[in-house]
């Protein structure tokens, strides 16, 4: 009895699935469309390319559709500063200082001392300035770099040189 109950659930099961996969096949053939229908319609070249330019331009424009990309030459470049030993070089908001040669010392303001993008941690007030670190100045707050021997620095943005 036991083994008779086992082989009908088997023949079951075994029929079950071939119902399910005989009904599959058709609902998916049925639901594919044809090329060329409204469901899938055929395009022109020209049509994808009109699409492919048109997305171009959207990212060459940073994502706003309709502007004109940047100037290149309108960017603001790095400049090679030379700070005497004493002076002081103060860091407007936004600018960017790389201490190429020399050493310096950290301005820091009460807002807190200045970000090393490259060590990826502060630098507080009094902090020698590591060399060939990207620091970039948040606030213009007076944060700035206080060189104790000749430095060169790199600087893209406003800076004013102090004595």
């Given at each position: 009895?036991?083994?008779?109950?086992?082989?009908l659930?088997?023949?079951l099961?075994?029929?079950?699935?071939?119902?399910?996969l005989?009904?599959?096949?058709?609902?998916?053939?049925?639901?594919?469309?044809?090329?060329?229908?409204?469901?899938?319609p055929?395009?022109t070249?020209?049509?994808v390319?009109?699409?492919?330019?048109k997305?171009?331009?959207?990212?060459?424009n940073?994502?706003?559709?309709?502007?004109?990309?940047?100037?290149?030459?309108?960017?603001?470049?790095?400049r090679?500063?030379?700070?005497?030993?004493?002076?002081?070089?103060?860091?407007s908001?936004?600018?960017?200082?790389?201490l190429?040669?020399g050493t310096?010392?950290?301005?820091g303001?009460?807002a807190?001392?200045?970000?090393?993008?490259t060590?990826g941690k502060?630098?507080?007030?009094?902090t020698?300035?590591p060399?060939?670190?990207?620091?970039?100045?948040?606030?213009?707050?007076?944060?700035?770099?206080?060189?104790t021997?000749?430095?060169?620095?790199?600087?893209?943005?406003?800076?004013?040189?102090?004595?």
């Amino acid at each position: 009895m036991r083994k008779i109950n086992l082989h009908l659930v088997l023949i079951l099961t075994a029929a079950a699935l071939l119902t399910g996969l005989w009904m599959g096949h058709g609902y998916a053939a049925s639901s594919a469309a044809a090329p060329g229908t409204d469901q899938d319609p055929l395009v022109t070249k020209s049509y994808v390319d009109e699409a492919i330019n048109k997305l171009a331009a959207k990212i060459g424009n940073g994502g706003q559709p309709g502007e004109q990309p940047g100037d290149p030459a309108a960017a603001p470049s790095l400049r090679v500063v030379s700070v005497a030993a004493g002076e002081r070089l103060i860091a407007s908001e936004g600018t960017e200082i790389i201490l190429r040669t020399g050493t310096a010392t950290v301005i820091g303001s009460a807002a807190g001392g200045i970000p090393d993008l490259t060590a990826g941690k502060d630098l507080a007030n009094n902090t020698a300035v590591p060399a060939n670190h990207l620091l970039l100045f948040p606030r213009s707050d007076q944060r700035g770099i206080k060189a104790t021997s000749s430095i060169v620095v790199m600087v893209r943005g406003e800076y004013s040189v102090e004595p």
